[in-house]
Each structure stands twice: as C-alpha cells, then as structure tokens.
Nanobody, 120 residues
Framework: EVPVVESGGGSVQEGESLSLSCIGSSSHEAPMGWFRQVPGKEREAVACITWTGANVYYADSVKGRFTLSRDYAENTLWLQMDGLKPEDTAMYYC???????????????WGQGTLVSVFS
C-alpha cells in the first residue's frame, strides 16, 4: 500500500479556497515545498520554504494568493490556496527543492500528488 503523502485537493469554483497538506520532510536539511503539473506541460514550482522556515518564496503566478507553512512537530507542509483560478488546475506535489530555495527548482516529489480542479 502506498502511503498517502499529499491530501486536500478537490474541485472548487473560481475564487474559492483549498488547503493542501503533505506529511514528510526533506533529507540533509534541504528546502521543501510544492510544485504542480498539468499533463503535457512542464512542472511549475509553486512555493518553497527553507529548512529553518525563515524564508518562503512563491511563484509570481500565486504570490498574494497562496501561503506555504510548515508544522515541525507534525512533520507537515501546508499550502493554503485562496482566490483560486482555473489556471491553478493541476496535480500538486510536495517535495524537495534545490538548495537555493529562491530559485524555485523542485528536485523530487514525495508522493503521488493531489488533484486540484478549479472551474469558472
């Protein structure tokens, strides 16, 4: 049985909100975060948080609408998504990012992803 890593996806109307969660942690104190992918397109980094949590970086497309946070005690990454738009529709993955978090470069995914669908 494959353990559930990401959860919280769903189908919502434009302007509504969703909260994604991801249980896991990176190794070697690497940055971690969320990225998304639409079939046939390149994956797109959404947000990255440094190991200490001191810095969080967002893609321009989600800045001001999405909030990434980390619960160290629960080993959980959260992605609060507000003001969702149809173009946010994608499979969302959490995972490890490149050492330079600000570069928003995902390295690998931890789970099978959770699907977010936004309709107008």
């Amino acid at each position: 049985e494959v353990p559930v890593v990401e959860s919280g996806g769903g189908s919502v109307q434009e302007g509504e909100s969703l909260s994604l969660s991801c249980i896991g942690s990176s190794s070697h104190e690497a940055p971690m975060g969320w990225f998304r992918q639409v079939p046939g397109k390149e994956r797109e980094a959404v947000a990255c948080i440094t190991w200490t949590g001191a810095n969080v970086y967002y893609a321009d497309s989600v800045k001001g609408r999405f909030t990434l946070s980390r619960d160290y005690a629960e080993n959980t990454l959260w992605l609060q998504m507000d003001g969702l738009k149809p173009e946010d529709t994608a499979m969302y993955y959490c995972g490890t990012f490149d050492d330079y978090c600000s570069g928003l470069s995902p390295v690998d995914a931890w789970g099978q992803g959770t699907l977010v669908s936004v309709f107008s």
